[in-house]
């Protein structure tokens, strides 16, 4: 990968966990309410806000396959979640936590472009810039359990945790 694809997608990582998290406080959003949550964020300034939704073009690109992605599945990945945490129920995780561990979930999953070691690493980014201090510690025993399971051929979607 280039250093500019790089750059572009660790930026477009932050902005579908902005979008995220932004939407963790709604327990009945839509997914209306997470495609106009998607294009009005800050970040979409080439976009007017207008009253038709219907004149706005559809979302895209890599940010908006992790948004769609993770809040379509985001039950799946809490149980995903749930098998590499010990001792941690996964509401009970910090919603920024919570956010960036079903998003790199997410990556290792589904996204087979992005190598474990790229999510796990934007995910640790991401914790240490929005995070507790103490969290990349707790992300990273997450996501590297769940790493090497994947490199055994034990972490597989909708093995048990339903296919979506």
Do not use: C, H
Request: glycine share 6%; no cysteine; proline share 4%.
């Amino acid at each position: 990968m280039s250093k500019g694809k790089n750059a572009s997608r660790r930026a477009e990582r932050a902005q579908a966990f902005q979008v995220l998290y932004g939407l963790s406080f709604s327990t009945d959003a839509t997914m209306r309410d997470v495609r106009r949550a998607f294009l009005f964020f800050p970040d979409n300034r080439e976009l007017e806000p207008v009253e038709d939704e219907g004149l706005l073009p559809p979302p895209s690109g890599f940010a908006w396959e992790l948004v769609q992605g993770v809040w379509t599945r985001a039950a799946e990945l809490d149980q995903y979640l749930a098998r590499f945490s010990r001792n941690w129920r996964v509401d009970r995780m910090g919603r920024v936590e919570r956010t960036i561990l079903r998003l790199a979930m997410y990556e290792l999953l589904y996204r087979q472009d992005v190598p474990a070691r790229v999510a796990i690493s934007e995910a640790l980014d991401l914790t240490r810039q929005f995070g507790e201090d103490n969290a990349a510690a707790f992300v990273n025993g997450i996501l590297d359990a769940a790493a090497k399971a994947a490199e055994n051929g034990t972490l597989l979607p909708g093995a048990d945790a339903g296919k979506q």
